[in-house]
T-cell receptor, first 115, second 115 residues
Framework: KNQVEQSPQSLIILEGKNCTLQCNYTVSPFSNLRWYKQDTGRGPVSLTIMTFSENTKSNGRYTATLDADTKQSSLHITASQLSDSASYICVVSPYSGGGADGLTFGKGTHLIIQP | EAGVAQSPRYKIIEKRQSVAFWCNPISGHATLYWYQQILGQGPKLLIQFQNNGVVDDSQLPKDRFSAERLKGVDSTLKIQPAKLEDSAVYLC?????????????FGPGTRLTVL
């Protein structure tokens, strides 16, 4: 069964600090992995998308890494800001298409940035 | 570019009542998705439309849930009758089409509370 496991479940850090969120998956075959940010009361917003051949991708202070061999991904947030407080969801697709067929969502990591 | 619109944003009903949610996708997006997101979980796909045709409704509880996208643009999701376990956020998303790793854009969601 395809699964996406995220850790930690929740995380509290001080403003300005860095943090790393983890995503392990068992989805096969693998096509791409996406990280979404979901603010409270809002829909998820895409941060990065990586295919099998990509090891790292950055979006501002967000840097995602992918190790397709170990089926692990991480999302690193640098110099955290209060606005980074949100849930971060890892989503893995077994197909090259953008449809929801087979998309497997993680439960998310709830990140709280404290001043 | 206007995003995915959903209404209402919040709805409180009693069990066994009926409820309907509305979604207006991004203009020109052929594919529309409805997800159910229970608190603390990742989104779960309920139904996927390509234009006005259903692509995947395998996880839609068809005894009580129904959805339509009559003109291939707006969509409605209905629950009749509602159960306590239907309390969740219902997210609508759209993408250009099924191919090429198209990103899904999510609406703000409708938070349903069933008492």
């Amino acid at each position: 069964k395809n699964q996406v496991e995220q850790s930690p479940q929740s995380l509290i850090i001080l403003e300005g600090k860095n943090c790393t969120l983890q995503c392990n998956y068992t989805v096969s075959p693998f096509s791409n992995l996406r990280w979404y940010k979901q603010d409270t009361g809002r829909g998820p917003v895409s941060l990065t998308i990586m295919t099998f051949s990509e090891n790292t991708k950055s979006n501002g202070r967000y840097t995602a890494t992918l190790d397709a061999d170990t089926k692990q991904s991480s999302l690193h947030i640098t110099a955290s800001q209060l606005s980074d407080s949100a849930s971060y969801i890892c989503v893995v697709s077994p197909y090259s298409g953008g449809g929801a067929d087979g998309l497997t969502f993680g439960k998310g990591t709830h990140l709280i940035i404290q001043p | 570019e206007a995003g995915v619109a959903q209404s209402p944003r919040y709805k409180i009903i009693e069990k066994r009542q009926s409820v309907a949610f509305w979604c207006n996708p991004i203009s020109g997006h052929a594919t529309l998705y409805w997800y159910q997101q229970i608190l603390g979980q990742g989104p779960k796909l309920l139904i996927q439309f390509q234009n006005n045709g259903v692509v995947d409704d395998s996880q839609l509880p068809k005894d009580r849930f129904s959805a339509e996208r009559l003109k291939g643009v707006d969509s409605t999701l209905k629950i009749q009758p509602a159960k306590l376990e239907d309390s969740a956020v219902y997210l609508c998303a759209s993408s250009l089409d099924l191919s090429g790793g198209d990103e899904q854009f999510f609406g703000p969601g409708t938070r349903l509370t069933v008492l």
